[in-house]
């Protein structure tokens, strides 16, 4: 199971940081997904394994940061210089063994409860 938690209302700019902590074993693929109200559920970030390999949706890279502590069996997701477009529910999501479509919801098995993040300008 994961839990999510973090999330909160910020200001335009400002920074958060989001927490998922997965029971049981360490899974390889851990992510972020977000879904703002009336769209679709969309990728944030991945990372897979040690922490080494990470890939990012263009609308976030260069201000949000994944990392994950394997012996905590946590992800976070650090966020910076948030606008409005970042609002949403954040979903973390994690699956066995790697994948070549981090970006499809689909690849994932366990998904946690979302926790909400807004932006207000």
């Known amino acids: 199971q994961l839990q999510a938690s973090g999330g909160g209302l910020v200001r335009a700019w400002d920074s958060l940081r989001l927490s998922c902590a997965a029971s049981?074993?360490?899974?390889?693929?851990m992510a972020w997904f977000r879904q703002a109200p009336g769209k679709g559920r969309l990728f944030v970030a991945d990372?897979?394994?040690?922490?080494?390999?990470?890939y990012y949706a263009d609308s976030v890279k260069g201000r949000f940061t994944i990392s994950r502590d394997n012996a905590k069996n946590t992800v976070y997701l650090q966020m910076n210089s948030l606008n409005s477009g970042d609002t949403a529910v954040y979903y973390c999501?994690?699956?066995?063994?790697?994948?070549?479509?981090?970006?499809?919801?689909?690849?994932?098995?366990?998904w946690g409860q979302g926790t909400q993040v807004t932006v207000s300008s």
């Open positions: 990372i897979v394994g040690s922490g080494d390999e990470t």
């Open positions: 999501a994690a699956r066995a063994g790697a994948t070549t479509a981090p970006w499809s919801t689909s690849a994932y098995h366990y």
């Open positions: 049981g074993r360490t899974l390889t693929t």
